[in-house]
Antibody, heavy 119, light 110 residues
Framework: QLQLQESGPGLVKPSETLSLTCTVS??????????WAWIRQSAGEGLEWIGS???????YYNPSLKSRVTISIDASKSQFSLKLTSVTAADTAVYYC???????????WGQGTLVNVSS | QSALTQPASVSGSPGQSITISCTGT?????????VSWSQHQPGKAPKLLIF???ERPSGVSNRFSGSKSGNTASLTISGLQSEDEADYYC??????????FGGGTKLTVL
């Protein structure tokens, strides 16, 4: 059974960079043919797709966040990562890593990790 | 504000059927057959219920079904059970290579 686990700081200061890593177990990322995604959920808000990366490194991002987002992958370590620059309080959210099962849907989710942006 | 509109809450009694709607535009739901639904329960990883409008992943109960008409997608849960109590989210591909999510619907089993 595939498992995804987010890790990273739970507190980030405004204007700094949020960095999270997702470790995948129970399946290989190498040549897996899947995209791997980051999705977030702010308190009281709905879900927001941040971006996705293919095992080869090809990416596509939410246009509203594209200028601040970088997603990278190290399939040999079964990990992919998120960097979000110049954060503000509006970036406070639960961040999920996930696997895209096919056409723009998630078939496996991590448990999520809360990141607070505060001084 | 979410791109797709869902009712904030729905409720039903055990054994009944309920339907959750998800309304978008011709730029997302209406333009593509890429609608999915997920179930979110506290303390658990979210679970995929429906993909590609009406396809069920292996292992998901056939009590869950999806459909679409125009710019509105729907999730129907039949034979409601107490364990179905959760938040449900719709998601659609949207023009411009992006994803749109609904604001979520809280299901209460009475």
């Amino acid at each position: 059974q595939l498992q995804l686990q987010e890790s990273g700081p739970g507190l980030v200061k405004p204007s700094e960079t949020l960095s999270l890593t997702c470790t995948v177990s129970g399946g290989s990322m190498n040549r897996s043919g899947y995209y791997w995604a980051w999705i977030r959920q702010s308190a009281g808000e709905g879900l927001e797709w941040i971006g996705s990366i293919y095992y080869s490194g090809s990416t596509y991002y939410n246009p509203s966040l594209k200028s601040r987002v970088t997603i990278s992958i190290d399939a040999s370590k079964s990990q992919f990562s998120l960097k979000l620059t110049s954060v503000t309080a509006a970036d406070t959210a639960v961040y999920y890593c996930a696997r895209e099962g096919g056409h723009y849907y998630v078939d496996w989710w991590g448990q999520g990790t809360l990141v607070n942006v505060s001084s | 504000q979410s791109a797709l509109t869902q009712p904030a809450s729905v409720s039903g009694s055990p054994g009944q059927s309920i339907t959750i709607s998800c309304t978008g535009t011709s730029s997302d739901i209406g333009g593509y057959n890429y609608v999915s639904w997920s179930q979110h329960q506290p303390g658990k990883a979210p679970k995929l219920l429906i993909f590609d409008v009406n396809e069920r992943p292996s292992g998901v109960s056939n009590r869950f079904s999806g459909s679409k008409s125009g710019n509105t997608a729907s999730l129907t849960i039949s034979g409601l059970q107490s364990e179905d109590e959760a938040d449900y989210y719709c998601c659609s591909y949207a023009r411009g290579s992006t994803w749109a999510f609904g604001g979520g619907t809280k299901l209460t089993v009475l």
